[in-house]
């Protein structure tokens, strides 16, 4: 397999891709106080970022946090959280929720309409000490971006001065205007905010990362992971991936199950079930023998036992009760 292709796959950009704004930015140019916009969605994840001004993230059941110009928090659901000018605030909470950023109501003017719930003046006039807070929410869905989400504390931060920055000021351009196809490049930037912030904070000497995201710093576990994710359903043996690595059999076994936190080919089956689970889910037209074959199992029998060892039932049993589940929540997300 060709550097070329390697570079192209890695653990962190399989886990993000399916972790994406689709009308979700929240904003306005003209917050003035008093306010308290309460978040009630619950999203997975919420991004909050204030280009000007400055304000407090209040997590449920978490101590609050402040938030200033060029600083960034994430917030993972399915908590609420409420943004407030301050922790004593006077402001009676406006509820905000995913209809508050859905196209059909107004898209970005209906968004900065908040000024007139918060004490501004008029939607798109500048006021002096105004704040601009900048929300996207992201719908996780599936158990690949799942394995992302677990990654990653209820509320984390990142300050001014990150990789993020240039971010910012492309956001803080195209808030201020409004324009034809202004929520597609919102959605964009805001994916590329997220992506990031969340590099920036794995990144940090005190942080907690996941074993994943050292790993593929290593030049023979990070061959091997990206490899792995490359092509889940080749026929892999530890003997295989040590030749492409360039090292022992012995070698790679021992470096990977000490960057990662277990063997191989452990990591491999663990991996393919994940993508199975949201294979069964997505085209339920399928059958459990072709998504067995996707993911490298000619015997569907074999795929299902290593099915149900993963992820404690078996294929048919995981497809129903999740697609059962998820038309269930549909009304609530709507």
């Known amino acids: 397999m060709s550097s070329s292709i390697l570079a192209e796959v890695d653990v962190f950009s399989d886990l993000i891709r ?3 704004a689709h009308g979700s930015l929240f904003g306005s140019s003209t917050l003035s106080p008093p306010w ?3 978040f009630v969605d619950g999203a997975p994840l919420t991004l909050c970022t204030v280009l000007t001004g ?19 928090i994430v917030v993972r659901g399915p908590a609420t959280f409420t943004f407030v000018d301050e922790l004593e605030t006077p402001a009676e909470p406006v509820a905000c929720g995913e209809h508050c950023a859905a196209p059909e109501e107004g898209g970005t003017r209906y968004r900065r309409g908040w000024n007139d719930l918060s004490g501004g003046t008029g939607a798109g006039e500048a006021v002096s000490g105004a704040t601009t807070l900048v929300t996207g929410a992201y719908p996780v869905r599936g158990e690949i971006s799942r394995r992302l989400l677990d990654a990653l504390p209820v509320v984390l931060r990142v300050d001014a001065g990150s990789t993020a920055d240039a971010v910012l000021e492309h956001l803080a351009a ?7 196809g202004q929520q597609v490049v919102l959605d964009r930037l805001l994916d590329w905010m997220l992506v990031c912030t969340l590099r920036e904070w794995f990144d940090r000497p005190d942080g907690a990362p996941p074993a994943w995201w050292a790993a593929q710093r290593d030049p023979v576990v990070g061959d091997a992971l990206r490899l792995l994710h490359a092509d889940p359903a080749a026929p892999w043996t530890v003997a295989a991936l040590a030749e492409l690595t360039q090292v022992s059999r012995s070698t790679l076994a021992k470096r990977f199950t000490e960057l990662v936190g277990e063997p191989p080919l452990t990591y491999l089956t663990r991996w393919r079930m ?14 459990v023998a072709d998504v067995a074959h996707t993911v490298g199992y000619s015997d569907p029998f074999g795929f299902s036992a290593a099915f149900k060892r993963v992820r404690g039932v078996n294929p048919s049993e995981f497809r129903r009760t999740t697609t059962r589940t998820s038309r269930a929540a549909e009304p609530a997300l709507s």
């Open 18 to 20: 399916g972790v994406r």
């Open 36 to 38: 308290a916009l309460h």
């Open 54 to 72: 400055a304000g407090w993230i209040v997590p449920e059941h978490r101590p609050p946090e402040p938030l200033r110009a060029g600083e960034t």
């Open 174 to 180: 195209e808030v201020a205007v409004d324009t034809p």
């Open 274 to 287: 994940t993508l199975a689970a949201d294979r069964l889910v997505e085209h339920e037209a399928t059958t």
